[in-house]
């Protein structure tokens, strides 16, 4: 069997927009409509051959960029997936594809404005169609980090702006890990964190008295990669 | 630029044994040497292209098959490597070589059985020699990814013989962390985790009393990788 073997990289993209149904956040992703065979017309994760001289997370960026026109926020390596069976080799049965996949956050304010078009549409993450490929399990296995990570990790921020209450980073906590915390013990644990860092301004809200902003403390990476933080 | 991409599969191979000057159990690591160029001669992971047909955890096993005739005990993917630069470019500037490596996790006696001739050697991973390409930096991280893991799962056991002293599981998770635990302490963890499970048999050791035998605990994964786990 004389295939070859072609790389790609795939990225998915999380952002928090509001729900059409009930206007609270929901997890949203973006996916793209292939415009050539194999699975001409189905949805499948933003991505596409890696170029010859472009280093992965610069090719995930592409993507991301392409597609939303953002810049993530946190941006990591998920997994290379690789089956021999993963592509429809009926259709090109010489062409394998290895993929390598990242999963990017992004602002959910700044997607709302993203690109959308005929062949570029955002979903909500519980209402994901069927995909082109093994791209469905893709994004369950992004989902799967997505709650881990969120659980030992500081990532929870890269969903907000610059500056954000304690119940507004409570409720991206809740959103993503489907449960409701409890508003004083969540208070409580991220105060003796040193994650985020009061600042002097409050968000003036209708009936409610004004409520503190916080903002992401720098000087902690969003998360701990050791020894490839930063690539 | 009409470089050609090629992709490979390496694997990092963790064993405990003694030390050679202490007694101690130790780390240690398998490491090629490369027979052709770039960097002939220079110490390596075991590693090779991706075959055409083959997926990619198969071809990492081939790697640990082909180095020490042993199948793991534990074999996860760590990274995949992609830097454009990260192969010796002056020498074959055509060449570039995404690498995506796995990690695995062999038991020790048979370790020490293994294959190892003038381009197979054992090393103490905290002795390896310069080695080719981005190998030490590779090695750097898995050994990061280890000793995170041992913290929050149950690969411990994957270092260890079908039985084991709780003493002699002490010992495992102390030469990977590098520090000592309390004993009391750690029987009381590893006893209410349900991780290991108690046999009716005991070692007898010389001027110590028997110590009961325990087993890994099989209803449970030596890891949780979500949607991925068995791939």
Do not use: C
Not at 3 to 25: E, K, M, Q, Y
Not at 87 to 97: G, M, Q
Not at 190 to 205: L, P, W
């Amino acid at each position: 069997m004389a295939a070859s073997i072609t790389l790609a990289v795939s990225t998915v993209i999380f952002a928090l927009r509001p729900h059409p149904d009930t206007g609270h956040l929901a997890l949203w992703l973006p996916l793209v409509r292939r415009i050539r065979s194999p699975h001409k017309g189905q949805w499948a994760l933003p991505g596409g051959p890696l170029r010859a001289d472009e280093d992965l997370a610069a090719s995930a960026a592409r993507n991301l960029r392409d597609t939303t026109a953002l810049t993530p926020r946190y941006l990591e390596q998920l997994f290379a997936f690789g089956r021999p069976d993963r592509s429809d080799n009926r259709v090109a049965p010489e062409n394998r594809t290895v993929s390598i996949v990242y999963w990017a956050l992004v602002h959910a304010d700044v997607a709302s404005a993203g690109v959308e078009s005929d062949n570029v549409h955002w979903f909500l993450a519980e209402d994901v169609p069927t995909l082109a490929f093994d791209h469905n399990q893709i994004i369950e296995y992004a989902l799967w980090r997505l709650r881990n990570k969120m659980e030992y990790s500081r990532i929870a921020t890269a969903f907000l702006g610059e500056t954000f209450t304690l119940s507004e980073l409570r409720e991206v906590h809740e959103v993503v890990l489907e449960r409701t915390l409890d508003p004083a013990n969540f208070r409580r644990q991220i105060e003796t964190s040193g994650d985020v860092i009061a600042t002097d301004e409050f968000r003036m809200g209708g009936r409610h008295r004004p409520a503190r902003l916080y903002r992401h403390n720098h000087s902690i990476e969003l998360a701990d990669n050791g020894p490839l933080t930063g690539r």
